[in-house]
Antibody
């Protein structure tokens, strides 16, 4: 069974940094585009970032570009989202999700999410 | 940037049909995916590529897409269908994923 397991969510002060992780046992990253999607409390889904399968190219939503960095460690089957200069509006549950070959494909597997709270 | 518009809520009695719309400029030229999210849970794919169902999704769920509107239809609605439903596309111009704002289904 496909599993995506996020971790690392925490309470962090505005302006601070945090790295969250997504363990993906059994995934061959070169075959899958992986993404982060977030959901602020009581709000809808917002795409954050994608890392492509073969090239590991990354793309970011305008709201996080220049502050967040998406990376992967194939030896550990783990994805990372490094978040810096955090703002209150970054408070959300962060989900990692797989998207097949990427492009126009759907998010077919989701993790359970990890909560990031930005507050003083 | 590309925008998807969904009505905030839909209410329907058990056994009736629920219809969810997702509006976007010439959305019929894009492929649309739909997700169901129940309280406290991660989203789950219910329709992909406009009208395909993942394994395990009942035939009561169907989708269509044409012109400026994509539609998710749930026939013979059950209490267990109560959830938020989101549409999603990929905007090739920006290479960004776009979600609609979501529609909350209430089963009366």
């Amino acid at each position: 069974e496909v599993q995506l397991l996020e971790s690392g969510g925490d309470l962090v002060q505005p302006g601070g940094s945090l790295r969250i992780s997504c363990a993906a046992p059994g995934f061959t990253f070169s075959s899958y585009a992986m993404s982060w999607v977030r959901q602020a409390p009581g709000k809808g889904l917002e795409w954050v970032s994608t890392i492509s399968g073969q090239t590991a190219n990354t793309d970011y939503a305008d709201s996080v570009k220049g502050r967040f960095t998406f990376s992967r460690d194939e030896s550990k089957n783990t994805l990372y989202l490094q978040m810096t200069s955090l703002r209150a509006e970054d408070t959300a549950v962060y989900y990692c999700a797989s998207r097949g070959a990427g492009g126009s494909g759907p998010f077919d597997h989701w993790g359970q999410g990890t909560l990031v709270t930005v507050s003083s | 940037s590309y925008v998807l518009t969904q009505p905030p809520s839909v209410s329907v009695a058990p056994g009736k049909t629920a219809t969810f719309t997702c509006g976007g400029n010439n959305i019929g030229s894009k492929t649309v995916h739909w997700y169901q999210q129940k309280p406290g849970q991660a989203p789950a794919l219910v329709i992909f590529y406009d009208s395909d169902r993942p394994s395990g999704i009942p035939e009561r769920f169907s989708g269509s897409n044409s012109g400026n509107t994509a539609t998710l239809t749930i026939s013979r609605v059950e209490a267990g269908d109560e959830a938020d439903y989101y549409c999603q596309v990929w905007d090739s111009t920006s290479d960004h994923v776009v979600f609609g704002g979501g529609t909350k289904l209430t089963v009366l």
